[in-house]
């Protein structure tokens, strides 16, 4: 079937505006992950879902980020009042969930430009 | 904490020839997993090759293959036959094999470039 997907692919939005990004994981993937990719800091982790609970948010940067999901499917997250240092291409995954080494497939990820 | 990293942010190759990323990692953890992701400038982040720490064979898949030495904590990825399409961005990451520790963590990743 399709894999993950992911939009807007990009947004440029003003500084002090609110967004919502939204991934589509692969049907039947129970987990899914968001991530975040800068150019100072790297790939880094943001929050993970196994259905729609989050037993891992210690990688959301502060409170204006916050992330559901709703019928163990389709996620949204929200950046609350944007930075500047908010933007970065905003990585969505997802998985099969049942064991350790599955793999995380990758959405292509929305760009977001923070002016 | 487990960090990852790559000490080559660019790397370049002939086409046909073979060229080796390195990739180190940090951690206390005797069980683990190891990942290749290749990034083209499309953004979509693709499985090339995945290593359990368990096991002592190193992963092939095609043209890629791994040297896993976990004793120096090391992964590097060899690459074989370096085809245009080999271009990317690449990156390392681990992951715990403890519950409850889904996420990657990634290296800085490695520019390659590949030459006609």
């Known amino acids: 079937g399709a894999g993950v997907s992911q939009s807007p692919s990009n947004k440029v939005t003003e500084k002090g505006k609110d967004v919502e990004l939204r991934c589509d994981p692969i049907s039947g993937h129970t987990a899914l992950y968001w991530y975040r990719q800068s150019l100072g800091q790297g790939l880094e982790f943001l929050i993970y879902f196994q259905g729609n609970s989050a037993p891992d948010k210690s990688g959301l940067p502060s409170d204006r980020f916050s992330a559901e999901r709703t019928g163990g499917s389709v996620s949204t997250l929200t950046i609350q009042r944007t930075q500047q240092e908010d933007s970065a291409v905003y990585l969505c995954?997802?998985?099969?969930?049942?064991?350790?080494?599955?793999?995380?497939?990758f959405g292509p990820g929305t760009r977001l430009t923070v002016l | 904490a487990q960090t990852v990293t790559q000490s080559q942010p660019e790397m370049s190759v002939q086409e046909a020839e073979t060229v080796t990323l390195s990739c180190t990692y940090d951690?206390?953890?005797?069980?683990?997993?190891l990942f290749w992701y290749k990034q083209p400038p499309s953004r979509q982040m693709i499985l090339v090759i995945r290593q359990e720490a368990y096991k002592q064979q190193n992963a092939t898949e095609n043209r890629f293959s791994v040297n896993f030495q976990k004793a120096a904590k090391s992964f590097s990825l060899k690459i074989s036959d370096s085809q245009l399409g080999d271009a990317a961005m690449y990156f390392c990451a681990y992951r715990s094999a403890q519950g409850g520790s889904e996420k990657l963590v990634f290296g800085k990743g490695t520019k390659l470039t590949v030459n006609p």
């Open positions: 995954a997802s998985s099969r969930g049942q064991l350790l080494s599955d793999t995380q497939y």
């Open positions: 951690t206390s953890e005797s069980d683990y997993y």
